[in-house]
Nanobody
Framework: QVQLVESGGGLVQAGGSLRLSCAAS????????MGWFRQAPGKEREFVST????????YYADSVKGRFTISVDNAKSTVYLQIDNLKPEDTAVYYC????????????????WGQGTQVTVSS
């Protein structure tokens, strides 16, 4: 089992930056990949980015490429999401996710979820 604790969300003006963190504890040596999803009010949860725990291979949704950067600190068992040039459409609850077996692109590939952290971007 893995426990995930997210932090770093908040209210920011458009054009600003935030860094989200997700600290994992528990069975972390078995983790293959981590990822971030987001869910805006009235919308489905959508893929944002994923990173493999060992090689550091990364993927991004087209909507965030060039503005979001995912990274992992294996020593701290923590994954980060640096968000730059925030836009109002980035407003959502951001969820951290873990998979034992694969990079994460869909919600069905997730083995564990974090509790979510709210990001609100004002125009």
């Amino acid at each position: 089992q893995v426990q995930l604790v997210e932090s770093g969300g908040g209210l920011v003006q458009a054009g600003g930056s935030l860094r989200l963190s997700c600290a994992a504890s528990g069975r972390t040596p078995s983790v293959y990949a981590m990822g971030w999803f987001r869910q805006a009010p009235g919308k489905e949860r959508e893929f944002v980015s994923t990173i493999s725990w060992g090689a550091g291979t990364t993927y991004y949704a087209d909507s965030v490429k060039g503005r979001f950067t995912i990274s992992v600190d294996n020593a701290k068992s923590t994954v980060y999401l640096q968000i730059d040039n925030l836009k109002p459409e980035d407003t959502a609850v951001y969820y951290c996710a873990v998979s034992w077996y694969q990079l994460i692109f869909t919600t069905t590939q997730v083995d564990y979820w974090g509790q979510g952290t709210q990001v609100t971007v004002s125009s």
